[in-house]
């Protein structure tokens, strides 16, 4: 109210100076504000302009073929793809898995030492060493027989010296087994 009591003319200056001291106070805090957007986004900005330079990077080097990375990578991935071939062919052959678990399947009370596979010239045949200890004839000449029947190709041999003791009998089996 007391600036009622001034003349109009300084009334008016002093709501120019008032309007002038707002709009400083004003762009004052627009540019505050800019500023922290800017520093804000520089971070990102920066990350930006590197991505760019990589991608560029990669761009020209792809071009030349001339880096020793990209050289690597292509005899990595070169190496990849022939072992990958490689292991296709592999796909369909029968799995060895398989006649172990039959063999392990059809021990019955036979204790198994060791059991050693070869695969015979065709893909189908397997030649098997197995080798433990039977606690008598009878579960020996069974566990053969079980092993003769997992296939019906399937050849047993079994020397007879090692039927000569009747109890705790050593063995060492010869089966030439057909994969399925």
Known sequence: MIHTLLPVSARKALLREYRMRAAVVFLS????????????????????????????NISTNSKKNDDPTIQ??????????????????KLDQPKLSVLVSDIIGARGNVSLATLGITRVGTT??????????????????????????????NRVELPVSQLA?????????????HLK
Do not use: C, H, W, Y
Request: charged fraction near 15%; proline fraction near 4%.
């Open 29 to 56: 805090l627009l540019s505050v504000s800019g500023l922290i957007g800017v520093v804000a986004l520089f971070p990102t900005f920066l990350r930006v302009q590197q991505e760019r330079a990589l991608q560029e």
């Open 72 to 89: 690597k990578i292509q005899q990595s991935l070169s190496l990849s793809s022939s072992l990958l071939s490689a292991l296709s062919d």
């Open 124 to 153: 189908t045949a397997a030649s098997v060493n197995i080798g433990g200890v039977a606690p008598d004839r009878e579960s020996l000449l069974a566990f053969k027989s079980r092993l003769e029947l997992m296939a019906p190709d």
């Open 165 to 177: 003791t009747s109890r705790n009998i050593p063995f060492s089996i010869q089966l030439t087994a």
